[in-house]
């Protein structure tokens, strides 16, 4: 069998760590404050501490892992190298179903924030815009990235200034926090969604220059950059809001009209739509990479490792992703999949951490013992997801493993002959 053609290495630190911080401030930190007060109330800051320390565990696994194995696929190809076909398969499955309709809810909360009525229509419109980007290169896709994450850092200072101005009608006492240990965790899980974009980065380890550099630096620069922000969000908007905080749907949006700067309310939609444009440029991206990484594994089918044209993409796997997303968007309520995203991306990271346990050498940022600190965290935020979340996905990765051993066996079957 011949090798597979290669993608090429066009990506430097500086983009790479874009396309990862543009993934994680993607839609996901203009809305999910508001369910995550509502699960922690005041206890919202240690939620977002308590998902941080995860994501940093799995964030050093996936560089150490990426730097070992620089190639398009991400968990998908270090579970099949550290621990076998077969956690291999279940981390690239769950990445693939879970981002896949992830891409569906970015695309339809753009299409809410900026065409209300006609949101399906405008945001097929943008998953057909996006996908034809990526078609052009990947230099294309960091390129735009870059502008709208200059968008979004832009509209989230605004927001935090705002915020700071006041008024500041509920400053709780110690005495009067309202969270629990099991809401804390909850809110966690949900946070963690917002926090999951670095590992873009390293599904597109094949496409980095100098990688066993460029992609440790990357990731940890990118989540760095985004727990701060996070960080000084879960301070300000309970302050800002109080209770409001847990009922509202668009707290960022919330946070600019209660300090008097209604006027700023569209730059906050327009750094709402940025961030969900950014957010799913990395994801469709992310989701055709590791797809190529399966179909070169014939874990799905084998066209979709496909690479060509002038620019040296996966345009098989990029065109098979988008009509998937669209068809999502036509026949489904894609609205309710962010604790679904969450369940199938903390399995993705479980095995990204059992896999950089068991490498035979461990740089000094990445100690075996975080690598079993950060196992053990997403196994726990995984089951502290809503129980309709966690059944959901269970179903979707339960399917996706006996499609596959059926599949084995047929191909055996065939082997053998009559």
């Known amino acids: 069998m011949s090798e597979p053609q290669q993608l090429e290495r066009r990506l430097g630190t500086f983009d790479a760590t874009a396309i990862g911080l543009g993934s994680m401030l993607g839609a996901g930190v203009f809305v999910v404050f508001a369910p995550a007060a509502a699960l922690a109330g005041n206890l919202l800051v240690l939620s977002v501490v308590v998902a941080g320390v995860v994501a940093y565990c799995n964030a050093v696994a996936s560089a150490a892992l990426a730097a070992r194995y620089p190639t398009s696929g991400g968990t998908y190809v270090y579970g099949r190298n550290q621990l076998g076909e077969w ?45 034809g980007v990526n078609l052009l290169g990947i230099t294309r896709t960091a390129l735009l990235t870059r502008i709208l994450l200059c968008v979004v850092l832009a509209t989230l200072a605004f927001v935090a200034a705002a915020a700071l101005a006041g008024p500041h009608p509920a400053v709780p006492s110690a005495g009067t926090l309202s969270g629990s240990a099991g809401g804390v965790l909850s809110a966690a899980g949900l946070v963690f969604f917002a926090f999951a974009g670095y590992a873009r980065i390293a599904t597109l380890g094949e496409e980095v220059r100098n990688p066993e550099r460029a992609i440790p630096r990357a990731i940890l620069a990118a989540l760095a950059a985004a727990f701060a922000i996070y960080l000084m969000l879960a301070l300000v908007l309970p302050a800002h809001l109080g209770a409001q905080l847990a009922a509202t749907r668009t707290p960022l949006l919330d946070a600019v009209r209660e300090s008097g700067l209604a006027a700023g309310a569209p730059l906050v ?97 990445a100690p075996r013992w975080l690598n079993a600190l950060g196992f053990v965290g997403c196994v726990v935020l995984a089951f502290t997801l809503p129980a309709a979340s966690v059944l959901a996905m269970a179903a979707v990765l339960a399917a996706g493993l006996a499609g596959r051993w059926l599949v084995l066996r047929f191909r055996q079957g065939k082997a053998a002959g009559p």
């Open 269 to 365: 939609q327009t750094g709402a739509a940025a961030a969900c444009l950014g957010a799913l440029l990395a994801l469709i991206t992310g989701v055709g990479r590791t797809t190529l990484a399966m179909a070169r594994e014939r874990d799905l089918p084998g066209p979709l490792a496909r690479v060509g044209g002038s620019h040296t993409v996966p345009f098989v796997a990029e065109l098979a992703v988008a009509a998937v997303v669209i068809l999502l968007l036509l026949t489904t309520d894609v609205m309710t999949v962010v604790g679904f995203s969450s369940f199938g991306v903390l399995v993705y990271y479980a095995v990204a951490n059992a896999s950089a346990f068991t490498l035979a050498t461990h740089p000094g940022y």
């Open 87 to 131: 956690p291999g398969f279940l981390a690239g499955w769950g990445f693939v179903t879970g981002k896949t309709a992830s891409c569906a809810a970015m695309a339809l909360t753009f299409g809410s924030y900026v065409a209300g009525g006609y949101a399906v229509p405008v945001a097929v419109a943008a998953v057909v815009a996006l996908t």
